[in-house]
Each structure stands twice: as C-alpha cells, then as structure tokens.
C-alpha cells in the first residue's frame, strides 16, 4: 500500500495477502510484515485469521523482536471476537512481564478501557509510565501514548489532575488542550441546539482528526539511506557510477542529517534512516531488473527497506546512541550542529 493511499481505498483482504506474501519472501522482516498483515486483518473484519497471524508468529520458534506487543495485540484482538477469559489472561501476562517498550502498556490499557474496564486501565498506563517514565521531566515520544491514554481515563474516572497529568498537558502540543478533547460531556454537545457549543465540538474533533490522519497516512517513515563506512567503500568499488552520489563516507553522514533536518524544518514528520548493505542492495536491483549502479534505485531501495520495518526514527531519543554508528550520543555527534 502507498502511504498516501487514502483509507478508505484499501482493500483490506488483499492487502493482508500481499504482506504475507512479502513475509515469505522476507523471513527476516517476518515479525513486522505479518502485524500489518494482523492489522490489515482485523479492519477487514476477518479476526481470527488475524489471530493465526499472531500464533504464527508467536510459536515460529524464531526470536521476536517485540513479543510482549504480539501477545499484546494478540489480546486485544480476541477479546473483539467474544474470547474474553483468554484475552484478560494474556493481558495479565503482558503486565506481569513489564516489557520496556510502551506499545504493549498502551495496546493493553487501552483494550481495557475499551471494554469499560476503566480502573484496570488507569491502573496499567500508570505501570507502563512508572516502569518506563519515573520521575522525568522529559519522557521520550514513544511514551506519550501512555501518558495521554492515563490522562483520558482518568478525566472519565473523575480524577483529580497529578503530576503525570500535568506533564501530559505539557508534552501534548495540539491547539485544542488535553481537558477538552478528554472532557467526558463532551458527548452531549453533539444533541446541543446552542451553534456555538457545537462549533466548538467541530473544532476539537478536526483537531483530533488531523492527529489521527498524520499517525495513519504514513504507515513506515520518510527514510534516507545510510551506508557503513566498509559497506560504502565496497558499493563504490564496484559499482563507481554512484561515486557522484558518494564522494566520501563523512560527506555521506553530512548529507543525511542535512537532509533529515531540512525535512523536518519543512514539516514533515515521521522520518528514519535506514541502513544499507551491498548484498541485499544488489538483490533489490536484481528484482526489479536494474543495474545497481543506476543512482535512481537508491530511493526505492530506501522506500522498500523502510516498508519492510527497517528504518530507525529521527532524530534519536535525548541521551540515545547517533544513528551513524560511532558510539557517541547524538547530541554530541551528528545532533550537536
């Protein structure tokens, strides 16, 4: 599917095939390839052939690079389906294992929450955030979700704001404030005959609405392409017509994170970088029937790397690794410009 390829355009069914297909071809990208396949799925109304994606992959035998999300997922899905008793039982498991990753906390709590069981959701965005967020001042993007999904089941619980609900409030950077797009009345305002109250509603449902459409109308990231010093050195010997694209291995790193940077200066979200190796570069050129050494290719290859689950965000997390692979953090490497 391309990522600007509307919703409602997509023919779920076969979309889930083609992942599955792709998963073959791709033993090595299988665990992301099959949970959009899972996904695609689950919107297509087809659950349990979503729940034998997440059996396959839970029982391949092959390390999963994120079980607890499977499992995660796994649940949630089941319990839409009338398997309530399996569904809360590997809830219960995902929460006694703590997974350091926030997709699992928030893939649970909201299934709970979703089911009306709204203090064993509290309950669990609160464990995700004190396993992963503690005291903080500054918590990492990817656990914003559990802070905003705690700061909506708490407004419907009827619970005084606390420190995490506060900081909520000050990483959430739509117009419309987190008070108002969780104010359980809100509901109401819908059969209200007063114009302004409802204007009001249109105005924070189009700003929840343009959140959702920037999560959803790219499902893999904007990526550049990087390349290893050794993998650069190599591509380059044998193929010297990209020597153009190429000069040298610390004018490569340069680029990229100019490129990144001016992406992101022109509002374009969700960005990565994927990394290349000359095997699996000169496999894509085979299949699409190119020489490696045509510069257009390059690209492709980064658009089909990152659809395969390949790409690391941009920019890294504060205090995280640079993503050029020296070692160094990245605020005081490529991130100190």
Not at 323 to 333: F, I, K, L, Q, R
Request: hydrophobic share 35%; glycine share 8%.
């Amino acid at each position: 599917m391309r990522p600007d390829t509307p919703a409602e355009n997509v023919d779920h069914t076969a979309e889930a095939a083609r992942l599955e297909r792709t998963a073959g071809l791709y033993p090595e990208d299988a665990e992301h390839l099959l949970l959009q396949a899972a996904a695609h799925r689950e919107l297509a109304g087809d659950r349990p052939g979503a729940t034998a994606l997440y059996d396959r992959l839970l029982s391949s035998g092959e390390p999963l690079e994120n079980p607890h999300l499977v499992r995660a997922l796994k649940a949630s899905n089941l319990w839409e389906y009338d398997h309530e008793a399996e569904a809360r039982a590997i809830i219960e498991g995902v929460r006694t294992a703590a997974p350091r990753h926030p997709a699992p906390w928030v893939i649970v709590a909201e299934s709970l929450e979703s089911h009306d069981e709204l203090q064993a959701a509290e309950e669990t965005f609160t464990e995700g955030l004190r396993l992963l967020v503690g005291d903080t001042t500054e918590p990492p993007q990817s656990t914003h979700p559990l802070l905003y999904g705690r700061h909506r089941v708490r407004r419907m619980l009827g619970a005084p704001h606390d420190e995490w609900d506060a900081l909520a409030d000050t990483v959430h950077s739509s117009s419309i404030s987190l008070d108002e797009l969780h104010d359980p009345k809100r509901i109401w305002t819908l059969g209200s005959d007063n114009p302004a109250e409802l204007k009001a509603e249109i105005t924070r449902l189009r700003a929840e609405l343009g959140a959702y459409r920037e999560a959803l109308s790219r499902p893999f990231p904007v990526a550049i392409l990087h390349w290893p010093a050794g993998e650069l050195a190599e591509l380059v010997a044998m193929y010297p017509s990209l020597g153009a694209e190429y000069p040298s291995h610390g004018e490569h790193l340069a680029t990229i994170e100019a490129s990144l940077r001016e992406l992101s200066a022109s509002g374009t979200g969700n960005l990565g970088i994927v990394t290349g190796t000359v095997p699996s570069y000169e496999a894509f050129a085979a299949s699409e029937g190119t020489s490696p050494g045509d510069v257009s290719l390059l690209p492709q290859y980064a658009t089909t790397l990152a659809a395969r689950g390949r790409a690391v965000a941009w920019p890294p997390e504060r205090g995280d690794g640079c993503w050029c692979g020296s070692g160094a953090v990245y605020e005081g490497c490529h991130g100190a410009g």
